[in-house]
């Protein structure tokens, strides 16, 4: 093996490689079993974006918190959420993390610094400039993230966030996650600026735009704003370009993309295959190590969905509690 | 030891006793110190109306002038209380309530139930309501019905100084998100107040005033009008009994039962509008669960189906009057 190159340990890229993988196979065998009609309601999947999420959180801890957003399994796998009770909450399981109150949408574990993701857009900028405020006042090192899409970062919530966020200095990092495509609508048209380290910019803010299809760069750009952020220099943020390679919710036909747009954005643009190239060529990590995470990581995910299937169902006792602390 | 107090002053005691005992308790809102970053006096305003006036000089940067943009602050003051703090909010005007409202009833009132029982959200959030100060449509709102409706939010507004104090420091030490309703022309108001610390809990009416023939539910500025109205009747032979309800979630529905079960007329009276109003929730409840106990068809005492006008001459004719109230108790004596 040679020496690495890597700006994390090989036990580190090892940890990098499972969570990107974990989200992955989530969500491909959700898209799997939601088309046979096992899964209630609609769920949006993060296939394809799974760098930025694990390149930002490598460098986070459990004091640190973030708010997410419709498309949430990734953040929540990446930010330490079980993944077999995640999967029971799909399936509206009394076991899953939310006791099947939630669902795919509202998938929270505070324990772990998930705010939970969530069905408004842009509503979770805020909640983050909460974390970062209660870190600031609380006096310890945590900090508050907001993922937004390039859809949401057109909310109101978004904007006046950046700005109360730049006024009181809070430890908060605005993630733009631009898949090119709010739900069907191109951010090309849909955002006025040409790049939102303009938006930021306009707002006082420090903002870095990277490849979110490169783990690398985005783990880098991350590391640099959240050591700043952890030192009192503010907030800032990090749009990562990225791809989704379902459509915006499951059923989407997808009709407002390029012909064989999908095809060609696996072929190129898949962020593990990229990971994997790199660690590889270096020489640091072996294709029998990485395959031998992908066998465990599939019998995870099968285990997930066994257990999710067999777990049982809320009763009728479960819909009037934990509406109140007390009341 | 009591002393007379103002509802004012007895919000500022409560908010200042609070951030001395608990030091998670923080406070923001717009201008609540007033005149951040400006050339002159740093503690300006302490609040629009002077509420929080001489918090900063206490307590310091715990109390927080934000910027005018209320679905940043108050998400943010949501944020928080899920992370360790206990906030409290000013959104000046509820009538401001459109403009942040998703952070109300999407975000701080489901996170406890979305999220398996996960979550705690201790924040209070206070507002100013009610008409008479000639405020117009867009500041004069009696939006309690909203807030009141939504599951997850618990919804106070008292009608006196003492029940506000007692209230808000429930309210700031209560861990479900609360929605704490200040009636700005009741913040002149005085009344006996007891200088030490002390909470009132949630969902317990009070008994403004004891009677036998008829019963009036109101609660804040509508508490001192239905008083009158008990009052002047009383000099008739009518003898009212009055219910303050001071918090409307949870809401005491027993003091009204047993009150109505003796009286056997019940007044509903509401400075909201009438649809979906509180008065219509409480005839509603007393209807289905204890008709029998009915002598008359209960009256309904609200504002008109309209927004709030501001000549003062159109203004005193949509707050209900304690004439309105006294009549609508005629009408059930009728029967």
Redesign the interface.
């Known amino acids: 093996m040679s020496k690495n190159p890597f700006p994390l340990s090989k036990d580190d890229l090892l940890i990098a490689y499972r969570m990107m993988k974990t989200i992955r196979e989530f969500e491909e065998r959700l898209h799997v079993d939601f088309g046979r009609g096992e899964i209630p309601g609609f769920v949006h999947l993060y296939a394809g974006e799974e760098a930025s999420a694990v390149g930002i959180m490598m460098h986070l801890n459990d004091q640190d918190?973030i708010?997410s957003n419709h498309r949430g399994h990734g953040h929540c796998i990446a930010k330490g959420v079980d993944v077999k009770e995640m999967m029971a909450e799909i399936y509206g399981k009394v076991s899953?993390?939310?006791?099947?109150?939630?669902g795919s949408m509202?998938i929270?574990?505070?324990?772990k610094g998930m705010?939970?993701a969530?069905?408004?857009l842009g509503?979770g900028?805020?909640?983050?400039?909460?974390?970062g405020?209660?870190?600031q006042?609380?006096g310890h090192n945590g900090i508050?993230m907001s993922f937004t899409g390039d859809g949401a970062s057109n909310q109101?919530?978004f904007l006046?966030?950046l700005?109360?966020a730049a006024?009181?200095n809070l430890p908060v990092i605005f993630v733009v996650e631009n898949n090119g495509y709010a739900e069907s609508t191109s951010v090309d048209w849909a955002v006025a600026v040409d790049s939102y380290v303009d938006r930021a910019a306009g707002f006082g803010l420090p903002g870095v735009t990277v490849d979110g299809t490169e783990f690398f760069a985005v783990y880098e750009a991350a590391g640099e704003l959240i050591k700043r952020a952890r030192e009192g220099g503010g907030p800032s943020l990090l749009e990562c370009k990225m791809i989704r390679f379902f459509g915006h919710f499951e059923g989407d036909a997808q009709t407002y993309k390029a012909e064989g747009e999908n095809e060609y954005n696996r072929k190129h643009h898949d962020c593990l295959k990229i990971f994997r190239a790199h660690v590889t060529k270096a020489g640091v990590l072996s294709d029998e190590e990485l395959d031998a995470i992908d066998t465990q990581v599939l019998a995870l995910i099968d285990a997930a969905v066994e257990e999710a299937i067999s777990a049982p169902l809320p009763t009728a006792d479960d819909l009037t509690?934990?509406?109140?602390?007390?009341? | 030891m009591a002393r007379t107090l103002s509802f004012k002053d007895a919000v500022n005691e409560a908010i200042d006793q609070e951030m001395t005992r608990d030091p998670t308790v923080i406070m923001m809102g717009e201008d609540i110190v007033g005149g951040t970053g400006s050339p002159g006096e740093a503690d300006a305003w302490g609040g629009v109306l002077g509420v929080t006036k001489g918090l900063y000089a206490k307590h310091g940067d715990r109390l927080m002038d934000t910027p005018l943009s209320e679905s940043a602050y108050i998400g943010a003051a949501i944020g928080a209380a899920t992370c360790g703090l206990r906030p409290i909010a000013e959104l000046m005007f509820l009538d401001f309530l459109g403009v942040c409202f998703d952070q109300m009833y999407n975000q701080a009132a489901k996170f406890r139930y979305m999220f398996g029982g996960k979550a705690e959200t201790p924040v209070t959030i206070r507002a100013m309501v009610g008409g008479g100060f000639r405020a117009a449509a867009q500041h004069s709102q009696m939006l309690t019905p909203i807030i009141t409706h939504v599951p997850g939010l618990k919804v106070v507004c008292p009608s006196n100084a003492y029940d506000a104090k007692g209230l808000l420091i429930q309210s700031i030490r209560d861990n479900d998100p609360v929605i704490f309703c200040e009636h700005k022309n009741l913040y002149a108001h005085e009344v006996d107040v007891p200088e030490e610390s002390y909470a009132i809990p949630f969902g317990e009416a009070n008994i403004a005033r004891e009677g036998t023939d008829a019963t009036i539910v109101a609660y804040g500025l509508m508490v001192h009008r239905a008083t009158e109205a008990a009052e002047n009747l009383a000099k008739d032979g009518i003898d009212c009994e009055v219910i303050d309800l001071r918090t409307l979630s949870p809401i005491d529905m027993d003091t009204v039962y047993e009150s109505v079960e003796s009286t056997g007329r019940l007044i509903c009276v509401d400075e909201a509008n009438p649809r979906c109003s509180i008065a219509s929730d409480v005839t509603a409840s007393v209807t289905q669960e204890i008709f029998s106990s009915l002598k008359a068809a209960p009256q309904l005492v609200t504002a008109p189906h309209t927004p709030v006008p501001f000549s003062p001459v159109l203004e005193d004719l949509y707050i209900p009057s304690a004439e309105q109230v006294a009549d609508a108790v005629r009408k059930t004596m009728a029967t």
């Open positions: 918190q708010a899953g993390s939310c006791r099947g109150k939630g509202h929270a574990d505070l324990s705010m939970g969530n069905g408004i509503a900028s805020p909640l983050a400039c909460g974390a405020l209660a870190a006042k609380l508050g109101g919530t006046e966030s700005n109360l006024v009181w509690t934990d509406v109140y602390v007390s009341y």
